[in-house]
C-alpha cells in the first residue's frame, strides 16, 4: 500500500463524511422551507453515506479498488487537492463559526429583529461540526502522509 492509495482513501473518505454531514444538516434544520419528502429523501441519502462509510461496505470497497489504479499512484494534482482539502475545509468552516459567533453577538448587542437567534444558533452548530470533522479529516490526512511504509528488509 502505498501513500498515494492512503492520500486517495483518505480523500475519498473526507468528503463523503463532509457531504452526508452538509446533507444532513439541510435535512433537518428546521427553518428550512424544504418539504418533507425532500427532507426523507435527504436523510435516506445520508443513511446510505453513512452506512458506505462502515468497514467492509460497498462505498469501502470501491474506494479500495479505485485506490489501486495506476493513475491514482502517479497523479500530481490528487496529492495537490487531497494534501490542501482539508486544509481549507478547517479554514472555510472557522471562519464560518467566526461569522456566526459573531452574528450572534451582534444579534444579542444591538436587538435586530430581522435576524432569527435560533437559525444562527443552528447555523453555529453546523459549522462548528464541520470544523471538528474536518480538523479529523487533517489529523487523519497527515498521518497518512508522515507514515513511512514498512520495509521487509529486516528478514535474514
Do not use: C, H
Request: hydrophobic residues 55%; charged residues 15%; glycine residues 6%.
Amino acid at each position: 500500500m502505498s501513500g498515494a492509495d492512503v492520500l486517495y482513501r483518505r480523500t475519498a473518505l473526507g468528503v463523503t463524511t463532509l457531504m452526508s454531514l452538509m446533507i444532513g444538516f439541510a435535512a433537518v434544520n428546521p427553518y428550512s422551507e424544504a418539504t418533507p419528502v425532500v427532507r426523507i429523501a435527504m436523510l435516506v441519502v445520508v443513511i446510505l453515506l453513512i452506512v458506505g462509510l462502515l468497514p467492509g461496505s460497498y462505498l469501502q470497497k470501491r474506494i479500495q479498488v479505485a485506490s489501486q489504479a495506476g493513475s491514482v499512484r502517479r497523479s500530481r494534482l490528487l496529492k495537490l487537492v487531497g494534501s490542501i482539502a482539508p486544509v481549507l475545509g478547517v479554514a472555510l468552516f472557522s471562519f464560518a463559526v467566526y461569522f456566526f459567533y459573531s452574528l450572534l453577538s451582534q444579534i444579542d448587542n444591538t436587538y435586530l429583529p430581522a435576524m432569527e437567534r435560533g437559525e444562527v444558533e443552528f447555523s453555529l452548530v453546523q459549522y462548528w461540526t464541520l470544523t471538528v470533522a474536518s480538523i479529523v479529516w487533517l489529523a487523519l490526512t497527515a498521518l497518512a502522509l508522515v507514515r513511512k511504509k514498512p520495509t521487509d528488509a529486516q528478514a535474514p
